[in-house]
């Protein structure tokens, strides 16, 4: 039962544009969710997180958007550079779980 | 100075040996966390540790046994290793656990319950 999804294994975008990464999820206990980037042979590194009394958190070019009656986040990186091409997850932790659940992952891929 | 270091980094290995992978944290972070990611990609909570208390036992065999012998440590033992076993292992640490209360907090908190991750450790079972 995967609780946390990113449905697109893979995204390209031109340099300069903008890149829309999307994560959905199903448990109504999740009140804190957070984006990581992941560069191969690396750990997954901390990106942005958002709280769900929250619907948007901006940090420098990346925001991250929360609907919460859609169960549905967005990450958002404008404008898109080539060092922003790795892998992303989203993650998501509930009141009382201590866990934090991943997704599976979206590859960006910035062109030049 | 890396913040959460496992070693080794790769472990090549035969079916039926044990063996260990071991993290440590210089953070001063109160929980400890494996991670498993297999060749899906899935990124997958085993155990976590608060103040070397075990918190989190997910569904793993019981080949797999964690220890904590102090806050900054959390080494994962590995009994009659199978090819299944064969993934990346994730340590990772946060500051404290995560109680909820989404509803306290500003948007992104004050980093106490973001995780911070190891570069991975590399099991492969032949």
């Known amino acids: 039962d995967q609780q946390v999804k990113q449905n697109s294994p893979s995204l390209s975008v031109q340099e300069g544009r903008i890149s829309i990464l999307n994560c959905d999820y199903t448990?109504?206990?999740?009140?804190?969710f957070l984006w990581y980037k992941k560069y191969p042979a690396e750990g997954p590194t901390f990106l942005i997180s958002i709280s769900s009394i929250k619907d948007k958190n901006e940090d420098g070019r990346f925001t991250v958007f929360l609907n919460k009656s859609a169960k549905h986040l967005s990450l958002h990186i404008v404008p898109s550079q080539p060092g922003d091409s790795a892998v992303y997850f989203c993650a998501a932790v509930g009141s009382g779980t201590y866990k934090y659940i991943f997704g599976t992952g979206t590859r960006l891929k910035v062109l030049a | 100075d890396t913040a959460v270091s496992q070693t080794p980094k790769y472990l090549v290995t035969q079916m039926g040996n044990d063996k260990s992978i071991k993290c440590e944290q210089n953070l001063g972070h109160d929980t400890m966390y494996w991670y498993k990611q297999d060749s899906k990609k899935f990124l997958k909570i085993m155990f976590s540790?608060?103040?070397?208390?075990?918190?989190i036992n997910e569904t793993v065999p019981n080949r797999f046994s964690p220890k904590s012998p102090d806050k900054a440590h959390l080494n994962l033992h590995i009994n009659s290793l199978e090819l299944g076993d064969s993934a990346v292992y994730f340590c990772?640490?946060?500051?404290?656990?995560?109680?909820?209360?989404?509803?306290?907090?500003?948007?992104?908190?004050?980093?106490?319950?973001?995780?911070?991750f190891g570069a991975g450790s590399r099991l492969t079972v032949l």
């Open positions: 448990n109504s206990m999740f009140d804190y």
């Open positions: 540790y608060n103040n070397k208390e075990l918190i």
């Open positions: 990772a640490s946060s500051q404290e656990i995560y109680l909820g209360g989404g509803q306290r907090t500003s948007g992104s908190l004050s980093g106490a319950n973001v995780l911070t």
